[in-house]
């Protein structure tokens, strides 16, 4: 049968006890230093393995658990280091491919904006070439019609000289005599137009 574990602590604390009471009770027979007799020797070496045995007992029961959380911390950090690192490491692969592709995005930016603006000088050129077209047909109408407008305006100043002309003719051609004849030549072609 196995003795209880807190047991032992206390048979411990009692053995202490009575290393540490004995130098005093042999003190008391004899005025020696205890520690120069023989027995004060034994019971330096009982009370050093005492101490040590104890030290080794605390250091036993606990020193196990305390390496093992220290074990499992350093291997915690051991496993987020590695994990931290194969995640920076991918994060720069990214970024040296991103870099790669980089020049050859440009290069088709390049390429395109050069494309968009031929593209849009040619639209440019193709509307200038409308508009000057448009401009030549409404400058061709303007001249037409100014064109017409001066025939016209040529007309009546020729009809209006004609008229003034052939009226200063015939007032100087036209005397008395004539206009009477005139006059009775009209009244003879009513009567015959209306029988």
């Given at each position: ?7 032992f602590p206390a048979a411990l604390f009692l053995l202490l006890l009575a290393a ?176």
């Amino acid at each position: 049968m196995k003795p209880p574990k807190r047991l032992f602590p206390a048979a411990l604390f009692l053995l202490l006890l009575a290393a540490c009471a004995a130098p005093l009770a042999f003190g008391a027979e004899a005025e020696k230093n205890p520690a120069e007799e023989p027995i004060g020797e034994v019971f330096k070496w009982l009370n050093f393995a005492l101490v040590f045995g104890a030290a080794g007992y605390f250091i036993a029961k606990k020193a196990p658990a305390v390496f093992r959380k220290r074990a499992e911390a350093v291997t915690a950090s051991i496993t987020e280091a590695a994990t931290a690192k194969a995640e920076a490491e991918r994060q720069l692969r990214e970024t040296e491919g991103r870099l790669a592709r980089l020049n050859e995005e440009i290069a088709e930016l390049r390429a395109a904006a050069q494309r968009e603006a031929a593209a849009e000088a040619e639209r440019i050129r193709a509307r200038a070439r409308e508009e000057a077209a448009k401009i030549d047909r409404a400058a061709e109408a303007e001249i037409e019609a100014a064109g017409r407008a001066a025939r016209m305006e040529l007309k009546a100043i020729a009809a209006r000289v004609a008229v003034e002309r052939a009226d200063a003719l015939i007032r100087q051609r036209l005397n008395r005599d004539a206009q009477s004849r005139l006059f009775q030549n009209f009244l003879g072609d009513l009567a015959r137009r209306a029988n």
